[in-house]
């Protein structure tokens, strides 16, 4: 994070002190609409059973009231109540908002920007690198907030608690929170409202087992950073999500290589593991091994590709994007250089002596290997991908080249690349969330599901582009003025 954005940081932490208690504020702020809509005409797509079902619903009627879908069906069918405001759909398609299963959302121009992109839930996280949530944002997608779990963490939604300021704060370095802690903390965070748990490097096996277990006795979602504890183990215990394309990928390593993280899972022993993970070749047994246990076990992958999204091939300069015009470079972490779209590799001190061709070289040099570093990465993934593990769509933005809203179209692109259809990607940012996390309120244009929608020219399901084509955005049974998001209220 840049000096200047940490001294802000420091400075606004005494006035963020009581930013969690807004979790029951934020989620009465959006008012579903009392006047029932009802979308006529339209292609209601079909995102169930993990994106393998294929029963469109064409010239459907969906009628919503109170932000609820309350029915759906065939035109003819299913009655049109009177008074009612009807939306014509003829020739679109009607999907779920889009979730995003893991992003920052730290400002009114990155929820703004989320929305414009047809994310209405996003699974937020706060650090050092995206910042805290904003929970106040207004318009906002939904926003379900994921805590750190059984660690010293000077950004938890905890630590500006009077009774957790001592106990959270990280000193040095980060430490392992004793097991009567860690159970005050699940039970404290559950209170706030916080959805899902981050289990994140430093939690070891036996803890990161009984986190699993207490979480879903709250129920509660799990994910997993893992590297103190093994892969393996973590997905057995029924972790419910492994993130990051090039964490999860840890479950190759060795035991020696293993047995040294839980002492060092933050330093060179973890530098070590990493780097011999990441230079598996995609055809070892080993790996194909790996894989049919994932695709066995309960635990859903989230790759956050999009995190090496401008490190791979055919990229292209997100900042182009309508939306990228609302985000402000100085709120990001490592932003991609806006007149090429491409990665900026700061370069070490002692070469600003170099003359200008040789830091050229330097920043040359650097790219090359990142490039390379994430090719490598890309085909254990395909890999990993030919045993048909189950997938959820999270962009990880604000971080790393990634943007709120653009970077979770970037994720479904890439998932496509790696050879889910397109219906298939869909459902990883809708139905699976239901499917996986429990989370029946949303992912499904269907009775009883929260009615955001979104009505698309083109048919997502041939050509995932068609996902971003979004003509009607409906939050809570609301019709959002989409362009009017373009444009920050100051």
Same mark, same amino acid.
């Given at each position: 994070?840049?000096? @200047?954005?940490?001294?802000?940081?420091?400075?606004?932490?005494?006035?963020?002190?009581?930013?969690?208690?807004?979790?029951?504020?934020?989620?009465?702020?959006?008012? $579903?609409?009392?006047?029932?809509?009802?979308?006529?005409?339209?292609?209601?797509?079909?995102?169930?059973?993990?994106?393998?079902?294929? *029963?469109?619903?064409?010239?459907?009627?969906?009628?919503?009231?109170?932000? *609820?879908?309350?029915?759906?069906?065939?035109?003819?069918?299913?009655?049109?109540?009177?008074?009612?405001?009807?939306?014509?759909?003829? +020739?679109?398609?009607?999907?779920?908002?889009?979730?995003?299963?893991?992003?920052?959302?730290?400002?009114?121009?990155?929820?703004?920007?989320?929305?414009?992109?047809?994310?209405?839930?996003?699974?937020?996280? !706060?650090?050092?690198?995206?910042?805290?949530?904003?929970? +106040?944002?207004?318009?906002?997608?939904?926003?379900?907030?994921?805590?750190?779990?059984?660690?010293?963490?000077?950004?938890?939604?905890?630590?500006?608690?009077?009774?957790?300021?001592?106990?959270? *704060?990280?000193?040095?370095?980060?430490?392992?929170?004793?097991?009567?802690?860690?159970?005050?903390?699940?039970?404290?965070?559950?209170?706030?409202?916080?959805?899902?748990?981050?289990?994140?490097?430093?939690?070891? @096996? /036996?803890?990161?087992?009984?986190?699993? &277990?207490?979480?879903?006795?709250? #129920?509660?979602?799990?994910?997993?950073?893992?590297?103190?504890?093994?892969?393996?183990?973590?997905?057995? /215990?029924?972790?419910?999500?492994?993130?990051?394309?090039?964490?999860?990928?840890?479950?190759?390593?060795?035991?020696?290589?293993?047995?040294?993280?839980?002492?060092?899972?933050?330093?060179?022993?973890?530098?070590?593991?990493?780097?011999? &993970?990441?230079?598996?070749?995609?055809?070892? %047994?080993?790996?194909?091994?790996?894989?049919?246990?994932?695709?066995?076990?309960?635990?859903?992958?989230?790759?956050?590709?999009? =995190? #090496?999204?401008?490190?791979?091939?055919?990229?292209?300069?997100?900042?182009?994007?309508?939306?990228?015009?609302?985000?402000?470079?100085?709120?990001?972490?490592?932003?991609?250089?806006?007149?090429?779209?491409?990665?900026?590799? $700061?370069?070490?001190?002692? &070469?600003?002596? =170099?003359?200008?061709? %040789?830091?050229?070289?330097?920043?040359?040099?650097?790219?090359?290997?990142?490039?390379? %570093?994430?090719?490598? =990465?890309?085909?254990?993934?395909?890999?990993?991908?030919?045993?048909?593990?189950?997938?959820?769509? +999270?962009?990880? !933005?604000?971080?790393?080249?990634?943007?709120?809203?653009? &970077?979770? #179209?970037?994720?479904?692109?890439?998932?496509?690349?790696?050879?889910?259809? $397109?219906?298939?990607?869909?459902?990883? /940012?809708?139905?699976?969330?239901?499917?996986?996390?429990?989370?029946?309120?949303? +992912?499904?244009?269907?009775?009883?599901?929260?009615?955001?929608?979104?009505?698309?020219?083109?048919?997502?399901?041939?050509?995932?582009?068609?996902?971003?084509?979004?003509?009607?955005?409906?939050?809570?049974?609301?019709?959002?003025?989409?362009?009017? =998001?373009? #444009?920050?209220?100051?």
């Amino acid at each position: 994070m840049p000096a @200047a954005l940490r001294f802000l940081v420091s400075f606004l932490v005494p006035l963020l002190a009581s930013a969690p208690d807004c979790f029951a504020a934020r989620a009465q702020a959006a008012s $579903p609409s009392e006047i029932t809509l009802v979308l006529t005409g339209g292609t209601v797509v079909d995102v169930t059973n993990w994106g393998e079902s294929a *029963r469109d619903l064409q010239n459907a009627i969906v009628i919503v009231s109170n932000g *609820r879908i309350t029915d759906v069906g065939p035109a003819g069918v299913v009655p049109i109540p009177n008074g009612a405001q009807i939306v014509d759909c003829t +020739g679109k398609y009607l999907i779920p908002g889009l979730v995003d299963g893991y992003a920052g959302m730290n400002s009114q121009a990155q929820a703004n920007a989320n929305l414009y992109m047809g994310v209405t839930t996003v699974v937020a996280r !706060a650090d050092a690198d995206r910042g805290f949530i904003d929970f +106040g944002a207004q318009p906002s997608p939904h926003v379900y907030a994921i805590d750190s779990v059984g660690v010293t963490d000077d950004w938890s939604l905890l630590a500006r608690k009077p009774e957790w300021v001592a106990k959270l *704060r990280e000193g040095a370095r980060p430490i392992e929170l004793s097991p009567e802690d860690t159970a005050r903390q699940i039970a404290d965070t559950a209170q706030l409202g916080t959805r899902a748990l981050l289990i994140g490097p430093l939690v070891t @096996a /036996a803890n990161a087992q009984w986190i699993i &277990s207490q979480a879903h006795d709250l #129920h509660l979602v799990t994910y997993s950073d893992f590297v103190a504890t093994p892969d393996r183990v973590g997905d057995e /215990a029924g972790v419910d999500a492994m993130l990051h394309m090039d964490r999860y990928i840890l479950g190759v390593i060795p035991n020696e290589l293993q047995t040294p993280l839980v002492d060092d899972p933050l330093g060179p022993s973890a530098a070590t593991a990493l780097d011999y &993970s990441e230079r598996v070749p995609a055809t070892d %047994a080993r790996l194909r091994s790996y894989a049919q246990f994932l695709a066995s076990h309960h635990a859903a992958l989230m790759p956050t590709f999009s =995190l #090496h999204y401008v490190e791979l091939p055919n990229h292209r300069n997100l900042w182009k994007e309508p939306a990228a015009a609302l985000l402000d470079r100085a709120r990001m972490y490592r932003p991609t250089d806006p007149a090429t779209g491409d990665m900026v590799y $700061p370069l070490p001190s002692w &070469s600003r002596h =170099l003359p200008g061709t %040789a830091q050229r070289w330097l920043e040359t040099d650097y790219q090359k290997k990142a490039d390379q %570093a994430a090719m490598r =990465l890309w085909r254990i993934n395909e890999t990993i991908f030919s045993a048909f593990p189950h997938y959820l769509a +999270g962009s990880g !933005a604000d971080a790393m080249g990634t943007m709120p809203g653009i &970077s979770l #179209h970037t994720e479904l692109e890439l998932l496509v690349r790696l050879g889910l259809s $397109p219906r298939e990607a869909l459902a990883a /940012a809708t139905n699976n969330y239901a499917l996986q996390f429990g989370w029946t309120e949303l +992912g499904q244009i269907a009775p009883g599901r929260r009615a955001d929608i979104l009505v698309v020219d083109g048919d997502p399901t041939t050509n995932i582009w068609n996902a971003r084509n979004i003509s009607v955005l409906i939050e809570d049974g609301n019709i959002l003025d989409r362009e009017g =998001l373009l #444009h920050l209220k100051k």
